[in-house]
């Protein structure tokens, strides 16, 4: 049981790691206009010598940044119980601490992967059909990468509170 959930405590802390940079970094994407190469993330664009704000509310930037700060909160909160579970923390002993953690990554990896699916659909729809040399770029791929490593912290949290729950249930038969 606590293997399981120390491989789920490292791919959350991992996920969230990558969570943070990938939302707070520039490089979801790169293209080339001009004979110049620029980049842009969820916050800003740059171009060569200087980076700006996105001051236009558009909407896939909007539910994209939404999303990705839905699925920090999830995780965070999901290692926060999760090592609650770990050390076996009596408070809030009302519920099964490895089940709410296992959860909860599950719900920051839905979060993430609408906020990915929601900036893949709408600048490949866009740039696709109107630049020819643009590209995803690091942060965007880290995006991707916190997908699978918050879909496996929730199955090894998973994994975990059914191998607790099944002596208990052995035993009352």
């Avoid at 926060?80 to 770990?86: K, P």
């Avoid at 993430?112 to 740039?127: C, K, P, Q, R, S």
């Avoid at 998973?158 to 249930?169: D, G, K, L, S």
């Amino acid at each position: 049981m606590y293997s399981f959930m120390g491989g789920g405590l490292f791919c959350a802390g991992v996920g969230n790691i990558l969570l943070i940079i990938s939302t707070a970094t520039d490089y979801w994407m790169q293209y080339r206009q001009s004979n110049n190469y620029m980049h842009q993330g969820l916050w800003r664009y740059c171009v060569p010598g200087k980076c700006m704000t996105h001051t236009d509310s558009i909407a896939y930037w909007d539910a994209t940044r939404a999303f990705m700060i839905l699925s920090l909160l999830a995780c965070f909160l999901g290692i926060v119980i999760g090592v609650m579970a770990f050390i076996r923390s009596s408070s809030f002993s009302g519920f099964d601490k490895t089940f709410a953690a296992g959860i909860l990554f599950f719900i920051s990896c839905f979060f993430v992967l609408l906020a990915m699916a929601v900036y893949t659909g709408v600048t490949v729809n866009y740039y696709g059909k109107r630049y020819g040399n643009w590209r995803f770029s690091w942060s965007y791929i880290m995006g991707w990468v916190a997908v699978v490593l918050t879909f496996f912290s929730g199955i090894f949290y998973m994994c975990a509170y059914r191998m607790h729950e099944c002596p208990r249930n052995s035993n009352s038969r």
